[in-house]
DNA sequence: TCCGTTTGTGTAATCGTGTACACAATCATG
DNA sequence: CATGATTGTGTACACGATTACACAAACGGA
C-alpha cells in the first residue's frame, strides 16, 4: 500500500515537462504533441497516477457529483427505480451520493452536508422532504423533483405521474366482478404522493357512484401493510382493499388470507401500486398499477441532460401508468 | 436561485474580519473570540454561507466520502445491508458514492474513477471484484472487503462469515425429516462466496454419508431460481434443494409448487440464505441461514473507525450465522 | 528570405479552504 | 510593575489540478 498518491508535478519532473503539460495528456482537446502524450500516459501508468478529481472539481465548478435523496435503499418500490439511474449515471462517468431520508433524523441537515459537496445535479425522490428545502439548500443547483407536488416553479424541474386511466381501469374491473365495498390503505399520512394516488381512486369510485369506506395508513412496509388490513378488515366489512404501494399488497394480501381465511380475488380483491418485479413473481402475482421504470428514469435522465447543457426546455414531464392484471383483483 | 455560491473571503469582506477568521469559526476547536464566532456565523447564515466541502477536502487530504461497491442496489439480499451502513455512515457525517457492479462492463474502470476522488475509505460488498484489483486501485485507502474470500493481505480489512455450525444445524433437520437426495443451486458460479457457501452444506452431507446430487447456477434472481429448479426437478430426482440466497429460495419454492405441484416440506424442503426481511414473511416463512445483519454492520463501522483513527488492530473480524426456522424444510 | 500562422510547451494565476507563523493585546503571577 | 503565558487575529502558503497568456520553434506561401 503506497501511502500517498502521486502528484500531476512529481509525475512531471519523471516525465521531464511542465505539469501542465500533465495536466494537457489527460484532457481530450488540448494542444500537445502526441509523442509527449504517449510519454506521459506510459509513465503515469508505471507510477499509477491519475489526476485527482477533487483539484479538478475545485478548478472547474463541476464535481461530476450527484445527490440521490430517497427514503430507503432497501424498499423494493425504489430500488429497481434507483439501479437504474445509477447505471445510466455511471455510463456518464457520473457519481451517485445517496442520501438516506427514512432512517433519518435530521434530513435538511444531511442534504447541507451534501450540498457543500458541491454537486452538479440533484434529485429528489423522496416525499419525505419539501420541494422548498430542496430548492433553498441546493440553490446553486436546479434540484429534479420527482414527487408529483403540483408546484410549479422556475427553479425546479419535475416529472409528474398521472394514473387516473389506470385507476379508472382496475376499479372498472374490480366493480364487474361485483365488489362494492372499497377501503384505501395509504402509504404516509402526509405525502403528496399518497394523497394523489388515492386521488385517482377516489375519482374513479365516484364516477361510479362509490366511495372509500374505509382507510387505514401504514408505512410502506410489509408488516404494516398486514396489521393494517388485519386492523381494517375486522373494523368493516369491505371487498376491496387498494393499497399505496405493492409490497403493503404482499402484506394485505397475506393478512386476509392466514387471519381471515379470505382468498383473492374471490372473497376480496387486493391492488398494488408501483409495478415492482416482485408483484410479478408467481407467489404474489399481483394486480397493480403499474409505472414503466425505464420511461421513467429515462425522463430523468433527459432532465439531467437538459441541465447539464443548459438547455432551456420544459421543466415537467408527465408520465402515465398502466394497470398490470394479476390474480389479486 | 442564486446562480453562483459565497465564498469564504467574500464573507470575510461583509463581517469585516480576514478569510482565516472565517474558517475559524467553522472549526470546533480553533482560537477564535466567541463574540466574532456568533457573529460570523450569523452573517454567514443570512447570506447562506457554508463552507466548501471541495476546497475543504484538497487542503485536508481527507474527503469524508465512502465507496461502497455493491454487485446491485436492488437485490434484497444486500439492501438491507446497505441501508443499514448508509444509515451509520451519514450519522458520522460520512457521505456513500456507490458503485453498481452487476449492471456496469467495465468494473476496474468504475472504481479507479471513484479512487479520484479520494475516498477515505472503501467497502467492497460485491463479489464480483477481486481483492487484488479492489487493493490495486485503492492502493492509498486500505479497502474493507467483506467477501469471504480467505486471503491474508496486509493492506485488506476483511469480515469473514462462518456458517458451517448453522447448515449442520439445518442439515440435521432435514435428513431427520426423512429427506436424503440435495441439491445445490449456486448463485454465481465464479463467486468465492458461493464456493464458501456451498462447502458448508456440502461438508454437512457428508459427515452424514450424503452428497450434492445435482447441482445448478442461477443469478441471484427469483426468475433464475425459478427457472433453475424447473430444470433440476426435471431432471432428477431430489426431496431438497438447497439455494445460494432466499430469493431464489422462493423462485424454486415458486416452481416446485406451480411447475410440479410439489409442496414444501412435505414433498420437498428448500432453502435460502441470507435471512432477509421477506424471507420471514407469511407468503414466505423460508428456512433460511441467516446472517444478523446489524451485527455484520457492526463489524464494518468498527473496522471504518480503526482505520479512521489509524489504529492497528485484527484485520479480520469473523461472524456466524444462524439458522432460521420457516415451514419450507 | 520574410512574415504570418500553427504547434507545443512553460510560467503563473486561480479555484476555496485550512493552518503554521507572526504579532499585538490581554491576562496572570510573582 | 515586569515578565511570561494566553488569546485573538491577520498574512501567506499549501493542497493538486486547469488554463490564459507568452513565447519559441516549425511551417507554409509569396
Not at 3 to 17: D, M, N, Q, W, Y
Not at 66 to 73: G, P
Not at 223 to 240: I, P, Y
Not at 291 to 305: K, S, T
Request: glycine share 6%; net charge negative.
Amino acid at each position: 500500500m503506497n501511502k500517498r498518491r502521486i502528484t500531476s508535478k512529481e509525475l512531471a519532473k519523471l516525465a521531464g515537462v511542465s505539469s501542465a503539460t500533465i495536466s494537457r495528456a489527460f484532457s481530450p482537446d488540448s494542444r500537445i504533441g502526441s509523442a509527449t502524450r504517449d510519454r506521459i500516459l506510459s509513465v503515469a501508468r508505471e507510477h499509477g497516477y491519475q489526476p485527482n478529481a477533487i483539484a479538478r472539481s475545485l478548478n472547474n465548478q463541476r464535481s461530476r457529483l450527484v445527490a440521490l435523496v430517497v427514503n430507503a435503499i432497501g424498499n423494493p418500490c425504489e430500488a429497481e427505480e434507483q439501479q437504474l439511474l445509477v447505471h445510466r449515471l455511471q455510463a456518464r462517468q457520473l457519481l451517485p451520493i445517496i442520501l438516506c431520508c427514512a432512517d433519518h433524523d435530521d434530513r435538511l441537515q444531511l442534504m447541507r452536508l451534501a450540498s457543500t459537496y458541491q454537486v452538479d445535479h440533484v434529485v429528489v425522490f423522496s416525499d419525505m422532504v419539501s420541494m422548498q428545502d430542496a430548492v433553498d439548500i441546493f440553490h446553486t443547483t436546479k434540484p429534479i423533483i420527482v414527487s408529483f407536488e403540483p408546484l410549479d416553479n422556475e427553479n425546479v424541474s419535475n416529472i409528474r405521474i398521472d394514473g387516473a386511466a389506470a385507476a379508472d381501469e382496475i376499479i372498472e374491473k374490480i366493480v364487474n366482478d361485483g365488489k362494492k365495498r372499497f377501503a384505501y390503505l395509504s402509504g404516509t399520512k402526509s405525502s403528496w404522493i399518497d394523497k394523489l394516488r388515492r386521488k385517482w381512486f377516489a375519482d374513479a369510485l365516484a364516477r361510479r357512484g362509490l366511495a372509500i369506506e374505509a382507510e387505514a395508513f401504514g408505512d410502506y412496509t410489509y408488516d404494516s401493510g398486514f396489521k393494517e388490513a388485519v386492523l381494517l378488515l375486522h373494523r368493516s366489512k369491505v371487498d376491496a382493499i387498494i393499497c399505496g404501494n405493492d409490497v403493503m399488497a404482499i402484506g394485505a394480501r397475506d393478512a386476509a388470507r392466514r387471519m381471515l381465511g379470505k382468498n383473492t380475488p374471490d372473497d376480496i380483491a387486493i391492488v398494488g401500486q408501483d409495478g415492482i418485479a416482485m408483484a410479478a413473481w408467481d407467489c404474489n402475482d399481483l394486480t397493480t398499477l403499474s409505472l414503466d421504470h425505464v420511461a421513467f428514469i429515462d425522463a430523468v435522465v433527459e432532465l439531467i441532460e437538459r441541465h447539464d447543457a443548459d438547455l432551456p426546455g420544459p421543466h415537467s414531464i408527465t408520465l402515465t401508468c398502466n394497470a398490470r392484471w394479476g390474480s389479486t383483483a
